[in-house]
């Protein structure tokens, strides 16, 4: 299963669309087996969940992330973690662990895009 992760580096960051990269992760067995990093193709309405679910992604980690990307992320059967921080790796373990769990972080104004995962 491949995990991506909305990152700046190898930190969470709060907003899923103006994240500097994705970290990816590939796990079997409830392990990492491979990690890469590629850097966010750019913020278009739609086209990052698209973009990740062609690359294989079966679960997206964010901060925050906005209704239309959630909604696109569901009818492409990939499961939505929102409300994370912190370290990437330690999140994608926790997550493999069953300690990591949706607080459902819908980010509704994107002028507020810096600050979302704090409400």
């Not at 491949?2 to 190898?10: D, F, L, M």
């Not at 992604?57 to 499961?79: D, Y």
Request: aromatic share 6%.
């Amino acid at each position: 299963m491949k995990i991506a992760v909305a990152c700046k580096g190898n930190e969470i960051w709060p907003h899923f669309g103006h994240c500097e990269n994705f970290n990816l992760y590939d796990t079997e067995n409830g392990v990492i087996t491979g990690e890469e990093c590629i850097p966010n193709p750019g913020h278009r309405p739609g086209f990052l969940p698209n973009f990740l679910a062609d690359k294989g992604v079966a679960v997206i980690i964010a901060g925050g992330m906005g209704g239309g990307a959630v909604e696109i992320f569901n009818e492409r059967n990939i499961e939505v973690i929102m409300g994370a921080s912190g370290a990437a790796k330690a999140a994608v373990e926790a997550y493999l662990q069953g300690k990591l769990h949706s607080t459902g972080s819908i980010c509704h104004e994107h002028q507020h895009a810096d600050t979302c995962g704090g409400h």
